[in-house]
């Protein structure tokens, strides 16, 4: 009896045992991507739980973050009791939550979550908190917890739509059902929820898609698989208007393979639609070996269904620094190895459980000597930083194998920001002093070793793509003004360890353009306003008598000068060649000086092949030079590691879209901004001023609007030509007390004073770019009318610093600021509707050739419907209506011109 007592109770001991590994094992799965049960000072996570499920993983920042955008959304409805789970067991904590605005940090609600409403179960707690009565909007509110713990604050973020909570549930149960089916084999359930598409594909193990063999999808590769982990379910997207949504399940499973086992990492990501009935568009399953010694071949990892490869080499070939699946690898070629250098995971563990996707790295340079340095940017997983948002500098000797961090600098931004601004330009010194970087239209070189950050120039652009940077990434050029038609300068930086060399590029009274760069040199093509040839609707066409080609000190190495008469146009790259057509202008002279046209002819098509032997003739004679510190040149000595908080503080303003929630662009004007936003995905325009945020533009605009209160004015009989002016006092008596009158507005409105004439059979007369043009108050003189940039800055004379011209515009985007109750002025063509090309004409004016139509015309749009848009005309005085396709195909023909006041 005592030996079978002794066996009970050893195989009780021993069912005990299994059932709390696997319960311990479960609860691992779901533990914090910061932390290990190894780490006692591990940050915990939070995640959203309903119906006894848990999603959207939460990740701690140890400081409050005044502006951020998250990887992960869901819907709650007004006055919803939500419930969130900390996987911590802490002595003391106070939970407090918060309803924000995201775009203003407005808090709209704020409370404490009371004890009541907190339950500690084993090792994670369940916290209630409700949602106030919040009205639906276009973009996502935030909700953001602070959770202290021990004297400690960690903040924790979640957007979310107010919505039908009940959509969550229908996402879950379709992506868990399809994933579940896969592993079961069940082919009826795969065909009925998959889409319907041919399965033209072979799938591989470690990459499966929606068009892959069934036997793919099903996990039909001949080998043993075993789930390790429960799904962790992201809900990456919500598209409210579209009813649209993108779903990510990541996972870990057991391969038997020669007796041993391999554990793979894999991710499943679904791309679905619907309200109540939801389906499948697309499904995409991804999975990568996550141990060291479990690592597949170079060739597997570099294989074509891996993920995008960045890749580095020394320049003796004897290393190769790659980017995989957000880690870095490296392949030694003298001892014919490879091995993984960097990887947000637990080493030594057959879990990842730390593989947070909210980073990215860069390679900066591998030496000859198998020293890399790289920076990871983004969200810190782990490490001294673990929970912080910012820039971490590596340095990795492939000799002695040491990895170290030599620097972090915090940022005020999110990923999504850093991501655009970042990977157009981030380099440091060779010795890890010095770091450059772009951010917010401007340059910084980031001292690392004393910690701080010195502000070289402020008067780059915001949009990044509009900065050209050579290849070896050490001169950086753009063109002054943002403006194409006026633009006369380009600026550069040349940099060179701590000396910085800034030039400039330009030629008296001539305008220039940046074409492109090839290896380490830049094209710069030199034209005359007068040689400029607009098309009614704003299309430029540039014609270059010049083409300067310059290093990347910003010297002239070479130069391409038309003869007379002649001009570079049509400029394609090729290769390590640019071809180009060389014409000259061709009049077409007709018997009304109306019907004359300027038109272009080639005479023939050259190439220029780059020459990379060529050097500059003598040293340039624009150029400033900065030596920022001179006893870092003389005194290199080991890195020590620096940690810095980078706050700019550059008050240019500028302007961001936000796409869905995330940061996709700054921009140096509105228009630019509205150009670039998606009209499949909830867009947010925001105004940045001295640090401030203002929203521009946000959400669907109402379905009617009339704006009450908008004086009707004539502009007849003083002014018959007077639209322009007319309708900007209809504009600014709107908002002004002290009425504007628009005589007043016509005398003091810009004027072009060229005389109309008829010079060899052409009419040369003004530009209305540049002030109005001809008579406005005598119809019996010759006169035209003038456009929006001088009626802008009118405008911004009464009303400085609240007048936008959005002009470049889509027509919706113009109907969006109606919508929001502001009135616009735009041209219009007086037939409310396409310009006839036979009412279109040329005339040879000082800053070009350029069309016109006398079917000009200026109104004030106050209101619209869904087939109607409604405006105050001057010549009519009275409130029009208009077919609103009609309307916008004539505004369109006069080149999206539209001015506002907010």
Known sequence: MKKLGFRVFILALLMFILVGHAYIE???????????RDDTDAYPVLSISRNERSYNIMYPYTRCIPFITADSYTYFESNEVVEVILEDQPKTMLFQYEILNPLNQEVLDTAYIRNKNIIQSGDHIRAQLVIPNLASKAYPYMLRLTYKRDGESLYYYQPFYI?????IDYLYDTVMTIHNAALDKDEKTLNALLPKVERSLEGTFSAVSNRSNMDAVMWQFGKDILPMSEPKITINTIDPEHQQYEVALDYTVAVRKNYEFEYWDFTETYQLSGDKLIQVNHFTRHGMMNADKHKSTLQSIMAPESAHIESLQSDNGSYHAFIRDREVWLLDGRRESYSKIFGFDILNSDYIIDNYNQHRIKLLDINDSGILTYVVYGYMNTGLNRGKNGIALYQYNAITGDNEEAAFIHMPYGLDKMEKELRRYIT???????????SDGAYYQVNLKEGLVNLISDQMPYDTRKIYVTDNQSALFWEKDTHPRINRQVDGLTVDKYIIQQRVESREEVSNHILGTYNNQIVVGYYHMKDTMEKLDGT?????????????????????KAPIGRFYHDIQWQDNKIAYSVVRKEKDIRSSPTGSKVLLQEIVRQDYLFDEVKTPPGPSQQMKTYVLDERMVKDIRKTRYTELIFDNKNTKKGYELIGQGHYSGSYDTLTDALLATDKHKQSTILKKEEGQYTIMYAG???????????????????????????SLSMLLNYYLDDKVDKLQLADEVKKDPAPYEVTDGMICFGNAHYGFVGDMANANNKGYGVYHEP???LANHYMPGKVLDITGSDFEHVLHYVGKGYPVWVISPNIYQQVPDASIHQWQTSHGIVEMSYTQHAVLIIGYDKGYVYFNDPSKNMVLKRHL??????????????????
């Open 26 to 36: 479960t609860q691992r799965t779901s533990l914090s991507k910061d932390a290990s």
């Open 163 to 167: 919505g039908d909570s009940q959509r």
């Open 428 to 438: 440091v010194t060779e010795d890890l002093r010095m770091l450059q970087l772009l």
């Open 540 to 560: 430029m066409t540039f014609l270059y008598h010049a083409l300067v080609f310059l290093d990347d000190r910003g010297q002239v190495i070479d130069e391409l």
């Open 700 to 726: 669907k605009k109402p379905e009617s609007i009339h704006i009450a209160g908008v004086p009707v004015i004539p502009q007849k009989p003083e002014l018959p030509r007077g639209c322009e002016v007319t």
């Open 791 to 793: 009626i802008a800055q």
């Open 885 to 902: 396709e009609a309307f916008k195909a004539g505004w369109e023909s006069f080149g999206h011109q539209a001015v506002f006041i907010y």
